[in-house]
């Protein structure tokens, strides 16, 4: 087994001991089909659903990555953004990127070029933080799909990332 395909399925048993997840989705080929999404679409890794799919109020958006963070960012921000296209009664949307590491770098912590890990309420989890510039600010998913998906940026961008390690 691949280290990446290790990784992705330490991410599927987290979201299931950690997050109670019922249904989990993957590949991306399987999250793109379940969501709906153009078949050549950057998307997310995993698609975790928190109750049956009839009732679906929670759900996980996750990817699993080595240091490309910024792709990462266009996988969530397509994944979530079809999330919220095809479950109309979805109250909670979390994003979760999950690194096999963090580096120590001279502005903190970095799971990849320009960004931090910041501190977190959940234990065991971090802040995805872009470093890019200046000023650290939370790290923003991005939509890269048009009408119908890219309606829902405003509410996608204003989602924290969260960052698993391991």
């Known amino acids: 087994m691949a280290p990446g395909e290790e990784q992705e399925l330490r991410l599927e048993q987290y979201l299931?001991?950690?997050r109670s997840c019922v249904?989990?989705?993957?590949?991306?080929?399987?999250?793109?089909?379940?969501?709906?999404?153009?078949?050549?679409?950057?998307?997310?890794?995993?698609?975790?659903?928190?109750?049956?799919?009839?009732?679906?109020?929670?759900?996980?958006?996750a990817e699993s990555k080595g240091t490309d963070i910024s792709t990462a960012l266009v996988q969530l921000g397509n994944a979530a953004a079809g999330a919220l296209e095809c479950f109309l009664g979805l109250h909670t949307l979390h994003l979760l990127i999950?690194?096999?590491?963090?580096?120590?770098?001279?502005?903190?912590?970095?799971?990849?070029?320009?960004?931090?890990?910041?501190?977190?309420?959940?234990?065991?989890?971090?802040?995805?933080?872009?470093?890019?510039?200046?000023?650290v600010a939370p790290a923003r998913a991005l939509i890269e799909l048009g009408h119908p998906?890219?309606?829902?940026?405003?509410?996608?961008?204003?989602?924290?990332?969260?960052?698993?390690?391991?």
């Open 23 to 61: 249904e989990i989705f993957a590949p991306d080929q399987q999250v793109r089909q379940e969501l709906q999404l153009p078949r050549n679409c950057k998307c997310a890794d995993i698609l975790a659903l928190h109750s049956p799919r009839a009732a679906v109020t929670e759900v996980t958006v």
């Open 149 to 166: 998906w890219n309606r829902w940026l405003p509410q996608v961008q204003r989602l924290e990332i969260e960052l698993l390690v391991g």
């Open 98 to 135: 999950c690194v096999p590491r963090l580096v120590q770098t001279s502005v903190g912590r970095s799971p990849g070029p320009g960004f931090t890990a910041g501190a977190s309420s959940t234990a065991g989890l971090f802040v995805l933080q872009d470093a890019q510039t200046s000023s």
């Open 16 to 18: 299931r001991s950690h």
